[in-house]
């Protein structure tokens, strides 16, 4: 199982946001600068010895999907943004172009293996001779191809594309629409060939990962989809209603926003699946802890984030196990410092912005009590974090870096330094040209304990003098929130809290770079651009420099303070006891096939 980054979204961001938000009653000035890190740890399977039957599998596993709001509908990982899309079609798009060790490291034996050639500067992928979509078609060298084109397209609804694809000879001319193709990819059997080898200006050393930003994980079917238009592909019939998968299982119905089913998929080249029906549906965070109490799921979604507090209501369940390892996420606060120039298809950061001052930025981070809250309500699987890249990338996560603890007087000195200043008797802060200063938060919709923590960080904010409000008054639906914050340009947030499932390959270009989508607080600077250039540099092969780049660029974004950690945490699922072989081990790349049943209904 390999991973690339994608938002988390409605519950998912919650899950992490909610524990660090209820201090209010709190009279401490300051925490540890160290932050605490897990008190618990998870096995990441289940070891179920009982028999699985034909008649226990001809019956259905049934998932439950945590979130507030309906899934999207996306079907591609081209096109996927959110997690949650990704997390209720994973049975048919789990199966990826490579498979992984533990480590997620490419190995020989997935859909496709790869060759680097440093000397000349080539990737070669080779897809296994029985490589077939779930209708049947072949899975062709020019499947491999298209993922770019779709991602890269000046016209698309992606927002996938990495900066990092501009070392792709050619790539940069088609991003750009000054070409109708992407000149580095050739094809020594022809398009509909096992084969295609992609020129590069230079090789990196995170290539040898899954999930690393230059090299795409996944095919798109180019015959399926090649008489739509690459701007309405997101819309189309075959997105939408009929979806073909490279994975162990095919689609069967999608009830829109609530459900998908599925079954095996005949032409699958791997293992072969041995559950009949598998469903997944979204569940809300308010009935979820119930409905796995009552009986009603076999497990939460393996990549759908569970808080601390299901965790402690969760733990002791009768008939569940919880299974879980550290995750490849993080919860974070952005702010709002410029706008994505449409023309030239890369972020602006506004001097001139509102939260344009790195103290003011720094100063909302430092008056929140992340620790303490997430040591009374995270339950071991929730912690503050310290850096920008989470702790199960262990060489690369600096653990000497200190994030954000909370420190009032500090938050309040950074504020007089720079000039924002309470004049005229005012109780709030202006600006440092003595203008009014209003700073809108947005967050996501939840329970109304979510709403109250919300105002909890309201009020840590309004201690140091800060006039902060929700934006629009209230905690925006998941969809509304994320269609705000993915515009060219607002002004609608100055500050929101969101979360991301990062890449299983630590480069955070695709999220931070000066072109990269996802760089949805618009920050750009020369050295941010030349440290994660520095990671994958020809001098990166050297391990221990990429090292050093990696914890000076976690520095760096912890001083400019534009991007802020909030919490990492466990990826956990509660396991009903009649679930065999569920492993979530990256080492494991075939989850949905590896599963099984022992009874034909949930123990």
Same mark, same amino acid.
Request: proline share 5%.
């Given at each position: 199982m390999n991973k690339r980054n994608i938002a988390l979204s409605g519950m998912a961001v919650l899950a992490t946001l909610s524990l660090a938000a209820c201090s209010s009653k709190k009279t401490a000035s300051s925490t540890s600068s160290v932050s605490s890190g897990p008190s618990l740890k998870l096995s990441s399977s289940y070891n179920n010895t009982a028999t699985s039957t034909a008649a226990d599998n001809n019956g259905t596993l049934k998932v439950a999907e945590p979130n507030n709001s309906p899934f999207q509908g996306l079907t591609s990982p081209t096109l996927q943004s959110n997690a949650e899309d990704q997390d209720v079609f994973a049975p048919g798009n789990e199966d990826s172009l490579f498979n992984v060790d533990k480590n997620y490291k490419i190995i020989k034996g997935g859909l496709a293996d790869q060759t680097l050639d440093r000397k000349n500067n080539t990737v070669t992928i080779t897809l296994r001779p029985n490589a077939k979509w779930s209708n049947g078609m072949k899975v062709t060298a020019k499947d491999i191809e298209y993922a770019y084109e779709v991602i890269a397209n000046k016209d698309t609804t992606s927002q996938q594309y990495s900066p990092d694809f501009a070392a792709i000879k050619g790539m940069a001319a088609y991003h750009a629409g000054k070409a109708k193709t992407i000149s580095g990819f050739t094809y020594p059997d022809g398009e509909n060939g096992n084969k295609v080898v992609i020129q590069y200006t230079h090789l990196s050393p995170s290539m040898q990962y899954a999930g690393n930003s230059f090299i795409w994980g996944s095919v798109e079917p180019y015959e399926y989809e090649k008489n739509i238009p690459i701007a309405k592909l997101a819309a189309s019939a075959q997105e939408r209603k009929?979806?073909?998968?490279?994975?162990?299982?095919? &689609?069967?119905?999608?009830?829109?926003?609530?459900?998908?089913?599925?079954?095996?998929?005949?032409?699958?080249?791997?293992?072969?699946?041995?559950?009949?029906?598998?469903?997944?549906?979204?569940?809300?965070?308010?009935?979820?802890?119930?409905?796995?109490?009552?009986?009603?799921?076999?497990? #939460?979604?393996?990549?759908?984030?569970?808080?601390?507090?299901?965790?402690?209501?969760?733990?002791?369940?009768?008939?569940? $196990?919880?299974?879980?390892?550290?995750?490849?996420?993080?919860?974070?606060?952005?702010?709002?410092?410029?706008?994505?120039?449409?023309?030239?298809?890369?972020?602006?950061?506004? +001097?001139?912005?509102?939260?344009?001052?790195?103290?003011?930025?720094?100063?909302?981070?430092?008056?929140?009590?992340?620790?303490?809250?997430?040591?009374?309500?995270?339950?071991?699987?929730?912690?503050?974090?310290? #850096?920008?890249?989470?702790?199960?990338?262990?060489?690369?996560?600096? =653990?000497?870096?200190?994030?954000?603890?909370?420190?009032? /007087? +500090?938050?309040?000195? &950074?504020?007089?330094?720079?000039?924002?200043? /309470?004049?005229? !008797?005012?109780?709030?802060?202006?600006?440092?040209? !003595?203008?009014? *200063?209003?700073?809108?938060?947005?967050?996501?919709?939840?329970?109304?304990?979510?709403?109250?923590?919300? $105002?909890?960080?309201?009020?840590?904010?309004?201690?140091?003098?800060?006039?902060?409000?929700?934006?629009?008054?209230?905690?925006?639906?998941?969809?509304?929130?994320?269609? =705000? &914050?993915?515009?060219?340009?607002? #002004?609608?947030?100055?500050?929101?809290?969101?979360?991301?499932?990062?890449?299983?390959?630590?480069?955070?270009?695709? *999220?931070?770079?000066?072109?990269?989508?996802?760089?949805?607080?618009?920050?750009?600077?020369?050295?941010? =651009?030349?440290?994660?250039?520095?990671?994958?540099?020809? /001098?990166a092969w050297n391990q221990s420099y990429r090292i050093k780049v990696f914890k000076e660029w976690q520095n760096y974004m912890n001083q400019q303070a534009a991007y802020a950690p909030d919490a990492f945490d466990y990826s956990w699922a509660p396991v009903n006891k009649r679930v065999k072989g569920y492993n979530v081990s990256p080492a494991n790349n075939e989850f949905w096939s590896s599963l099984s049943l022992t009874s034909s209904s949930e123990k």
């Open positions: 009929n979806p073909i998968f490279t994975g162990a299982y095919k &689609l069967d119905k999608v009830v829109e926003g609530e459900s998908t089913t599925w079954s095996p998929n005949p032409y699958y080249y791997g293992k072969k699946p041995q559950i009949k029906h598998i469903s997944i549906s979204v569940v809300s965070e308010n009935n979820i802890d119930k409905a796995i109490q009552s009986k009603k799921y076999d497990f #939460t979604s393996p990549t759908g984030v569970m808080r601390g507090t299901d965790y402690n209501q969760l733990k002791n369940t009768k008939d569940y $196990q919880v299974v879980g390892q550290p995750g490849l996420n993080y919860s974070y606060f952005g702010f709002n410092v410029g706008h994505f120039d449409t023309k030239t298809g890369t972020n602006v950061t506004d +001097k001139n912005s509102k939260m344009a001052n790195k103290n003011l930025r720094q100063a909302m981070m430092y008056a929140l009590n992340l620790d303490q809250v997430s040591k009374k309500f995270g339950y071991g699987i929730s912690w503050r974090a310290n #850096t920008l890249i989470p702790p199960v990338f262990k060489e690369y996560n600096d =653990t000497s870096a200190q994030g954000f603890p909370l420190n009032l /007087k +500090k938050a309040e000195s &950074l504020l007089d330094k720079a000039g924002y200043k /309470k004049r005229n !008797g005012s109780k709030w802060r202006s600006d440092p040209k !003595g203008k009014k *200063l209003v700073i809108y938060f947005g967050a996501m919709a939840g329970t109304s304990v979510q709403a109250a923590e919300y $105002q909890d960080y309201l009020q840590q904010w309004h201690k140091i003098g800060l006039d902060v409000q929700l934006t629009g008054g209230k905690p925006m639906e998941m969809n509304s929130f994320y269609n =705000t &914050l993915e515009a060219p340009k607002q #002004t609608k947030m100055d500050v929101y809290a969101a979360a991301w499932q990062v890449s299983s390959e630590p480069t955070p270009t695709s *999220l931070y770079g000066a072109t990269a989508p996802f760089n949805t607080g618009h920050f750009v600077s020369a050295k941010n =651009t030349q440290l994660m250039d520095d990671m994958n540099s020809n /001098k």
